[in-house]
């Protein structure tokens, strides 16, 4: 890493709870990485709750705050790009005038997306998304680490199996894509998710990872995808040549944060008997700060030839 990394960092603010900037900022700030952040979003808390209040900020609002830096030269400044939850169409659209204009100033510019569009089969933005991310956005990026049922939305081909997933992942490979994580999937039965990693290190070579993660206690959470994409790239700045070991140190922390949480909620809760609500379903963050920089689960990547 030659000059110090600094990243903007484009996503949800929730109130209330761990998700987008919440789940970003503190632990890239843990890890030794500035980060300058812009809320696409400041809600109540994140959409999985009965209720959610907040505004969206508009995409003049976003291109206002871009200009108040690029006036300041401060544009010039950001090593990385890493944006998430976006709710509406021309927000998603200047964001990529955002990356042209962080690349014209600083070429070698890292842009890490998460297109966030939703999970297990639900959209929780609006479909409009799909399209601005399939033609404008992916091609754009360096790193992408959409879950299973992004890859489904973006490729419009289902996972059934292993051999789906690295084919759905050659999709962003062709679109330009460097590097895909496939956060997570659930090819490998009822009790593991399968994480994927392909990267491409010239036209006909690629580097392929898998790791095999135990599903942790009955419980979906949200704010891991976020927390997922962030710790990548500060794994994969600090190792750039070395892929394998920033996959399985992103995924130890995230599994760490999860352990932490899982272990923070009652018996009755863990053991199945009750659901929690989306409160007790809130990344414990902040009480995993130790693990994220010196995670407590170990799990090793498999390379795939
Ligand atoms: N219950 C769980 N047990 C183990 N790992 C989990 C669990 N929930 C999420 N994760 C991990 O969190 C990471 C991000 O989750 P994922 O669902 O893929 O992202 P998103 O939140 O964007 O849908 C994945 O690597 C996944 O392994
Ligand atoms: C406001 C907000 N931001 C971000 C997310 C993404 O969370 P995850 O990291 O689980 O993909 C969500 C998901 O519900 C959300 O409601």
């Not at 899982?262 to 609500?277: C, F, Q, T």
Request: aromatic share 6%.
């Amino acid at each position: 890493m030659s000059r110090e990394s600094r990243v903007l960092s484009i996503q949800s603010h929730v109130v209330h709870g761990y998700c987008g900037n919440k789940s970003a900022v503190f632990p890239l700030q843990l890890l030794g990485i500035d980060v300058d952040f812009i809320n696409s979003v400041q809600l109540s808390n994140h959409t999985g709750y009965a209720t959610i209040k907040g505004q969206t900020l508009s995409e003049n609002d976003l291109k206002e705050l871009f200009d108040g830096l690029t006036a300041n030269n401060l544009h010039t400044i950001y090593t990385h790009l890493l944006t998430g939850y976006v709710r509406n169409d021309d927000f998603l659209r200047e964001i990529s005038k955002i990356i042209k204009a962080l690349r014209a100033v600083n070429p070698d510019m890292i842009y890490v997306c998460d297109p966030v569009m939703g999970d297990a089969g639900k959209m929780y933005v609006p479909e409009s998304l799909l399209p601005i991310f399939r033609d404008e956005i992916v091609p754009l990026c360096d790193i992408c680490t959409p879950n299973q049922f992004e890859v489904e939305l973006l490729t419009e081909q289902k996972i059934n199996n292993e051999e789906d997933a690295w084919k759905g992942m050659q999709w962003f490979h062709e679109k330009g894509v460097k590097t895909v994580v496939l956060s997570s999937s659930d090819i490998g039965g009822p009790d593991v998710l399968i994480a994927l990693l392909s990267t491409k290190k010239s036209s006909e070579q690629y580097e392929k990872f898998k790791i095999v993660i135990p599903i942790q206690g009955p419980i979906f959470l949200t704010g891991t995808g976020d927390l997922f994409a962030a710790l990548f790239l500060a794994h994969s700045t600090r190792l750039p040549n070395d892929l394998k070991t920033a996959f399985e140190q992103t995924i130890a922390s995230v599994q760490s944060v999860i352990k932490v949480t899982i272990d923070s909620m009652p018996e009755e809760i863990r053991s199945g008997k009750v659901k929690p609500n989306a409160q007790q379903r809130e990344l414990k963050i902040i009480q995993s700060k130790k693990h994220i920089e010196d995670p407590v689960i170990e799990l090793h990547a498999l390379r795939i030839d």
